[in-house]
């Protein structure tokens, strides 16, 4: 049996889908009640399916999640606090950190054999890199949500929590995908509004490399973790899950138009330019993230046999037919 938190997310509502398209028992732990759409499920969907409504997670005690994760072999951490310029350092760190380290410790003692962290890329901060970042390079986050998924890592890989010494973490870059919220949506619709005023877009000479994963991609991997059998002695494997090639913005950007139609024309207008623009706007992150290269090292998961890579420019494709 897997049990999801953050089941009402945008992850951990595709993990809970997923796990019962394989035909697995779940149980989806989630600060929302069940929706409407569940009562819509097929029978069989329905007995595979546990919802365990949780107002407020930190509300439980110890001893509350041991009797909830009874059963369980393997959960997936998704419950978390995401990019929120609005929080505070002390809600990062307790949706985050001491979340993390709750749920690990009545895993470890409801003896569930697995724990999936989703955790992110964002650890390495947003810094241009020459070269693509291995799961070794060094954690130099540039936001409290970065910092805080640092200190929920280390509770997993510092401390002996004794999760049947099978954890895995995973550090995805921009998650996209039909429904996905962020800035690749608003990227989107961008888009779509120059192509109604037939305007032409701006973002056809940038040769940037960006790493990016699917949705689709990004579930693949998280179900590869909950399936792979362990063939070294580590008790801790951290993955870069990602698309099979890096993107460039202009790329990403072709893919969008052609999957909506657009009658607008990628006009090369010089990076240097689009820099200026945005800067002079109060956009510089923006515009680090549509200019620069940026890129994660997947080999790890290659070289231990995931094969589930998605196409980047296949899936904002339909991601774009979705809008």
């Not at 399936?227 to 993107?247: A, G, K, L, M, N």
């Not at 200026?276 to 790890?300: F, N």
Request: hydrophobic share 45%; net charge positive.
């Amino acid at each position: 049996m897997i049990a999801v938190t953050g089941a009402s997310g945008y992850v951990g509502a595709h993990c809970v889908g997923e796990a019962i398209k394989q035909g697995r028992k779940v149980v989806a732990l989630s600060t929302q009640p069940a929706s409407k759409t569940l009562s819509k499920l097929p029978t069989a969907a329905r007995e595979l399916l546990t919802w365990q409504f949780v107002g407020d997670y930190h509300a439980l005690d110890h001893a509350e999640w041991v009797s909830r994760l009874r059963n369980v072999d393997t959960i997936i951490h998704c419950a978390a606090r995401v990019h929120d310029a609005n929080a505070s350092a002390e809600a990062m760190h307790r949706e985050n950190v001491v979340l993390t380290e709750l749920i690990a410790n009545a895993a470890r003692d409801a003896g569930v054999k697995r724990f999936i962290f989703l955790s992110s890329a964002a650890v390495y901060g947003d810094h241009v890199n020459a070269l693509a970042i291995s799961i070794y390079a060094q954690l130099n986050w540039a936001s409290g949500y970065g910092k805080s998924k640092v200190e929920a890592e280390r509770i997993l890989i510092d401390r002996p929590i004794k999760l049947g010494d099978d954890v895995h973490i995973l550090r995805p870059p921009v998650v996209y995908g039909a429904g996905a919220p962020g800035n690749m949506i608003r990227l989107a619709k961008l888009i779509a509004t120059l192509s109604d005023k037939r305007l032409p877009i701006p973002f056809g000479a940038i040769h940037n490399r960006r790493s990016m994963v699917s949705i689709r991609g990004l579930i693949s991997a998280i179900f590869w973790c909950v399936d792979r059998v362990q063939r070294d002695d580590t008790p801790v494997s951290i993955w870069h899950p990602t698309d099979r090639e890096s993107i460039s913005t202009t790329a990403m950007v072709n893919a969008i138009a052609r999957g909506m139609k657009s009658r607008s024309t990628n006009m090369g207008v010089p990076p240097v330019l689009l820099r200026a623009a945005m800067i002079a706007m109060g956009q510089r992150r923006i515009a680090q993230q549509l200019l620069d290269s940026w890129e994660l090292d997947a080999s790890g998961l290659r070289e231990a046999g995931f094969d589930g890579f998605a196409d980047s420019e296949i899936e904002l494709e339909l991601m774009a037919r979705s809008l």
